[in-house]
């Protein structure tokens, strides 16, 4: 780059060089003549821009011959400026040129880079713009003739996101980059060095942390379907029996989330049947016969029953079924199910099918509308809650405690799960189960409601209780047991025992979950 840049300024100095001396020949070539209208270097000057840039006024014409020989070889330079210029213009508008001077304008502005167009991109890019009224939105290839331009402003630039934060110049927010390929991290080009730049990076895949470095972070396009099925569709106080049709990685993620935040009471007795490969599955999580009964229906508490049959033998399961979650990783094999189950069965419950594509009468959940959006993808507030659940929990104990930014994966996590079953606190809080939506208006009815019932030693005590069975199943999950000291190489703590066991202070650590509701009204 340097050596061409040398190569530049050295063809433009020699270029300076000999038209300097082309119009100070024509001066002395023509000043001496009687008959000459150039009687002046500046003359000479103005002769030469006239005819270079090809006005030719006429005001002075060169009456020597070596004038006249001067006078061509503007001439043929003049043809020749007109096509560099014109090329040079055709080519600005048409190759980078033009979009980086549109960015050099907007620098102030929120910048989001794609590193490629898709469909799940697009969704994304199209949920960011109706949200953000100052975001530039930027995908990193050139557009293909092909393509059907997006219904919102937006640039397509072959460039890598080094390029684009060098042009921004650290001016206004932090550049966002988005990688929406799954695992494209490790194979696309434009994910080289990332982390040493000064972006925040969202990296699409389906497996492994939700942070890789600092300002690298993952997400699961699974678990955002996950989450937003259970908080559109949350868990009824009536519903017993549950079905789940296909466990690969949408299945995996729907009973996570249901293990994480379904719970709406410390007496319930839900009963999850799953059908579909759990081997794994069950092999990873070999604690959760401690939370849960599994392969057996329970009176007393929630029930995890893997079937290795056929869905299609159970009809009497799925009459008496509540609700019906159709989710195979293959959406024609879900749209089979689906028709297969209304055509031949007897269902009374509900028939909840995972689809991106929309039919009048069928409730389909997981489209990419519903997945790709801003607070989904960049999860802004959940975090949000989860670090103020984070500060009320540091400010309620004794102990020493860590920061949000000290904490690791693991423990961002369980507070993130915190903040996930807000919606089904405020539910429980208000005897609502309509309610879908958190907004500040009934955070702050259900705080009011918070606030006037835990005078009530035992609504206190049942707020807790519900808040610790959620941290233990949260726990559970991953493995962790009881132990009497923590210690988190041995995945040990020692409030993994029933609620009863634990003492005052750990029994009042419950209420941060519950007080947060409080932040958002103050908010």
Same mark, same amino acid.
């Given at each position: 780059m340097k050596r061409r840049k040398r190569i530049f300024l050295y063809m433009t100095a020699i270029l300076m060089l000999f038209y300097t001396g082309l119009v100070t020949l024509l001066y002395f070539s023509e000043y001496t003549s009687n008959s000459a209208t150039i009687h002046t270097f500046g003359d000479a000057f103005w002769y030469s821009l006239v005819t270079l840039t090809t006005v030719g006024y006429g005001d002075l014409t060169p009456v020597t011959p070596m004038g006249h020989v001067i006078g061509v070889v503007f001439l043929f330079m003049s043809a020749g400026m007109m096509v560099t210029l014109f090329g040079a213009a055709v080519s600005f508008v048409t190759s980078e040129g033009l979009p980086f001077l549109m960015l050099r304008f907007q620098r102030k502005k929120?910048?989001?880079? &794609? @590193?490629?167009?898709? @469909? $799940? @991109? *697009? +969704?994304? @890019?199209a !949920?960011?713009?109706k949200e953000d009224t100052d975001a530039v939105i930027i995908y990193g290839e050139k557009r293909d003739e092909q393509m059907e331009f997006p219904d919102y402003p937006c640039l397509f630039i072959s460039a890598s996101p080094a390029r684009i934060v060098a042009c921004k110049k650290n001016i206004g927010s932090r550049c966002k980059v988005f990688l929406m390929k799954e695992n494209d991290i490790g194979e696309n080009s434009r994910a080289i060095d990332l982390h040493k730049l000064p972006v925040d990076v969202y990296a699409r895949t389906t497996n492994g942390d939700d942070h890789l470095s600092g300002n690298i972070n993952f997400f699961h396009s699974y678990d955002c379907c996950a989450r937003q099925y259970w908080r559109s569709r949350a868990l009824c106080s009536y519903e017993n029996t549950i079905v789940l049709i296909g466990f690969g990685n949408y299945g995996r993620f729907i009973l996570e989330r249901a293990i994480m935040t379904n719970i709406i009471s410390v007496d319930q007795h839900v009963a999850y049947h799953i059908f579909g490969d759990a081997e794994e599955f069950l092999a990873m999580h070999d604690h959760l016969h401690e939370m849960f009964s599994i392969g057996e229906e329970s009176q007393t508490t929630d029930s995890l029953i893997f079937h290795d049959g056929l869905w299609e033998n159970c009809h009497g399961l799925l009459e008496r079924a509540d609700r019906i979650i159709i989710c195979p990783d293959d959406e024609p094999e879900g749209w089979n199910i689906f028709w297969r189950l209304h055509r031949y069965y007897k269902i009374h419950g509900q028939v909840h099918l995972h689809s991106n594509r929309k039919a009048p009468g069928v409730a389909y959940f997981g489209t990419n509308e519903e997945i790709y959006t801003p607070n989904q993808i960049m999860r802004t507030a959940l975090n949000k809650a989860a670090i103020m659940i984070n500060e009320i929990f540091c400010r309620s104990v004794s102990y020493p405690t860590l920061s949000w930014d000290e904490l690791d994966d693991f423990h961002r996590e369980s507070k993130i799960t915190a903040a996930d079953h807000l919606l089904m606190k405020i539910r429980i809080l208000l005897e609502d189960e309509k309610i879908t939506d958190f907004t500040a208006d009934v955070a702050e009815k259900a705080y009011q409601k918070y606030c006037e019932t835990k005078s009530d030693r035992s609504v206190q005590d049942r707020y807790r209780r519900l808040d610790h069975l959620r941290w233990l199943r949260f726990y +559970?999950?991953? *493995?962790?047991?009881?132990?009497? &000291? #923590? !210690?988190d190489a041995e995945r040990q703590h020692p409030m993994l025992c029933p609620y009863d066991e634990l003492n005052e $202070?750990?029994? #009042? $650590? #419950?209420d941060a979950a519950w007080e947060i509701l409080g932040s958002f009204v103050q908010t």
């Open positions: 929120n910048w989001y880079y &794609f @590193a490629d167009y898709g @469909a $799940e @991109a *697009n +969704t994304l @890019a !949920n960011i713009y +559970t999950y991953y *493995n962790w047991s009881y132990g009497p &000291f #923590r !210690n $202070e750990q029994k #009042r $650590e #419950r």
